[in-house]
């Protein structure tokens, strides 16, 4: 799961690369659609609340990770900031979407993101990074080697690079 700074700087990003006073020259008017992407990339976690009032963790990573919840923030946005500043809604919608798939890309094994919300329950991931134990085998690498099951090349990929650093590193350790 990311931290909040990450969902913060991505959806930062997202508001510099697509807002149309991007690029930003003005240092005051550079801090304000900056500091407005981070907060709405960090919105969706707000089910926090829900989870807490309600003591059931299963509304985390629900309806407001889904792709259909961030389509609804986003008209509102557009609806809120007019016609004219399509675009800047557009930064901002895509910094709010940001968050849910960016939880779907880095979400573990057994947990997930309900994107399709409302039209499918079911929790998604893409389980391409994937958290690791201390040997540096990924924790769904014992299941694969069970069932034969193999995952794309990407994830190898990544697996393989993360492994091999740590290969190189606890080497260089033994060589001192």
């Known amino acids: 799961m990311p931290l909040p700074i990450a969902h913060g700087l991505l959806g930062a990003s997202i ?17 304000l659609p900056l500091m407005v ?52 809604a557009l930064a901002y919608g895509l910094a709010f979407t940001s968050h849910g798939v960016l939880d779907f890309i ?26 690791s134990n201390a040997n540096g085998e990924s924790e769904s690498e014992e299941n694969e080697s069970e069932t034969g099951n193999q995952k794309g090349a990407v994830p190898c990929a990544v697996r393989a690079r993360v492994r091999g650093g740590r290969e190189r ?7 001192e």
């Open 106 to 131: 880095t979400t573990k094994v057994g947990g997930g993101v309900k994107l399709l919300l409302p039209f499918s329950s079911q929790r998604l991931s893409s389980q391409v990074l994937e958290s």
């Open 169 to 175: 590193a606890a080497s260089n350790n033994g060589d």
């Open 15 to 31: 508001v510099a690369a697509v807002h149309p006073d991007a690029p930003f020259t003005d240092g005051r008017r550079f801090r």
């Open 37 to 88: 992407g981070a907060l709405l990339a960090n919105c969706p976690d707000a089910d926090f609340l829900l989870v807490w009032a309600l003591h059931d963790r299963s509304w985390h990573r629900g309806f407001t990770h889904s792709l259909v919840f961030a389509l609804v923030v986003s008209l509102l946005l557009l609806a809120y900031l007019g016609r004219s500043r399509t675009r800047a």
